[in-house]
């Protein structure tokens, strides 16, 4: 994503509880070599909030995990990477991060850090910058907390963010989620399984750049007509539906980030497990004969904003045959 300002994700956090899980939201983010910094003031919550994610990622919830004000830095294992949980409070020159073993910690760990500021440029990686603050006319226990990703960091954020955005404005955001199996596509999809038993498709289908030219100076998606992004698939799925046809209910999507909640159409094939089952293949074919003989729309409305339905032409149709020999 080329956007210039950096995501923010913003949380309240009404109890201590709220920013504990917070935290295991932003395990699910980050791993060896990134760089978090916590800031705040004393009593935000920094070691709090890095205590939960050290329990997440380590997969113990009781561990011993003291606060590094007076020995700066601790060091923990995870089965994946350690994590380096430091507080530099007491550091007066980036110069005394050397003497620490900073550098030999540091390699290949997740680097949690408490007053940053004081490391100066000392500090590299992909980085999550986490701000919490108090208002005391909320409560003492009241935080809020800002979110900041940068580099790659900056992408991470904002798919999660575009995740949660569409689950929760479905009311899907308590399901349990599960991974399926992808399908012939670069689009991933994961179940959702709400404690009713009711189910619903998150499917995540980052937009994507174009790849190297391949025929006439173009990209082979541009050729063959993919979709670089969820729009040509909200817009064609609503336009089915509005012709009386069964696609799935969108229930929300977002189409910066790539994410859409999907009706669930079950697990059964137009193949059953006994081989093909023509009478499903005949009525496709009838379906696609019926839609070929209605006077369809060459712009589908969306977001404000037309789609306009790309021809499948030649070219496209040559493209994606050459994939057979
Ligand atoms: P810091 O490391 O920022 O100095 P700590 O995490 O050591 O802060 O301390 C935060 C204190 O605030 C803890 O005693 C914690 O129990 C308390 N607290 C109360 N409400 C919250 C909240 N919503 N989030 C985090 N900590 C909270
Ligand atoms: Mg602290």
Known sequence: MNSVIAP????ELPTEAATQGLAREVAALVGADDLVTLSGELGAGKTTFARALIRRLTGDP??????P???????YDTPAFPIVHADLYRVKDPSELAELGWDEAAEGALVLVEWAERAGAA?????????LFTDARRGADYRRAEITGHGAMAARLLSKRGAQSVLERS???????????????????????????????????????????????????????????ILPFV????????????????????????????????????????GP????????????????????????????????????DLDALLIEADLLP
């Not at 004000?69 to 060091?75: A, N, S």
């Not at 799925?237 to 669930?264: K, N």
């Open 8 to 11: 923010v994700w913003r949380a």
């Open 62 to 67: 009781e561990l011993e995990t003291p606060s």
């Open 69 to 75: 004000t007076f020995t700066l830095l601790q060091i």
């Open 123 to 131: 500090l590299t990686g992909d980085r999550l910058d986490i701000a």
């Open 171 to 229: 009311g899907w955001d308590e399901a349990e989620r599960e991974h399926l199996q992808g399908d012939a596509s670069s689009r991933a999809y994961e179940l959702l399984t709400k404690a009713s038993g009711e189910k619903a498709l998150l499917m995540i289908s980052p937009p994507r750049p174009d790849g190297p030219p391949v025929r006439f100076g173009k990209p082979y998606s541009a050729i063959a007509r993919l979709a670089e992004n």
């Open 235 to 274: 817009a064609v799925d609503e336009a089915l539906r509005a012709q009386d046809l069964s696609a799935p209910e969108i229930y929300a999507s977002d189409l910066e980030t790539g994410f859409a909640v999907l009706e669930y159409f079950g697990t059964e094939g137009v193949a059953g497990p006994d």
């Open 277 to 312: 089952n023509f009478e499903r293949y005949a009525q496709a074919a009838a379906l696609l004969a019926q839609l070929h003989a209605r006077d369809l729309p060459e712009s589908l409305p969306i977001d404000g904003g037309t789609y306009k339905i790309p021809p499948y």
